[in-house]
C-alpha cells in the first residue's frame, strides 16, 4: 500500500515537472499573438470582429482590415509584424 502511494507521489511530481519545462521551454509566441499585444484590447467589437483575436487573425489574412479598428494607435508596429516571416 505505501509503494502504491510512493508511486503516485513520484508520478505526480514528475508529471508536474514536465508540464512545467514544457510550457518553460517552448513557448512561442505567434503572428497572431503578438499582433494582439499591440491591439487595445477592449473586445468591444466595433471594428465588426467578436474580439481582438478575431480581428488579429483576419490581419494575417488582409491588413487592409487594420482601419475597421477606431481605437488602435500602433499601426506601424502591427504592419511590421505583419511583414516578418
Same mark, same amino acid.
Given at each position: 500500500?505505501?509503494?502504491?502511494?510512493?508511486?503516485?507521489?513520484? *508520478?505526480?511530481?514528475?508529471? *508536474? *515537472?514536465?508540464?512545467?519545462?514544457?510550457?518553460?521551454?517552448?513557448?512561442?509566441? *505567434?503572428?497572431?499573438?503578438?499582433?494582439?499585444?499591440?491591439?487595445?484590447?477592449?473586445?468591444?467589437?466595433?471594428?465588426?470582429?467578436?474580439?481582438?483575436?478575431?480581428?488579429?487573425?483576419?490581419?494575417?489574412?488582409?491588413?487592409?482590415?487594420?482601419?475597421?479598428?477606431?481605437?488602435?494607435?500602433?499601426?506601424?508596429?502591427?504592419?511590421?509584424?505583419?511583414?516578418?516571416?
Amino acid at each position: 500500500m505505501i509503494g502504491i502511494i510512493y508511486f503516485t507521489i513520484i *508520478t505526480f511530481i514528475l508529471a *508536474t *515537472t514536465i508540464v512545467v519545462l514544457n510550457n518553460y521551454l517552448f513557448k512561442r509566441k *505567434t503572428k497572431v499573438d503578438r499582433i494582439l499585444e499591440v491591439l487595445p484590447g477592449y473586445n468591444c467589437g466595433a471594428c465588426g470582429f467578436g474580439s481582438c483575436r478575431g480581428m488579429s487573425e483576419e490581419l494575417i489574412k488582409n491588413k487592409d482590415v487594420m482601419n475597421k479598428c477606431k481605437l488602435i494607435k500602433n499601426k506601424e508596429e502591427i504592419l511590421k509584424i505583419l511583414e516578418e516571416n
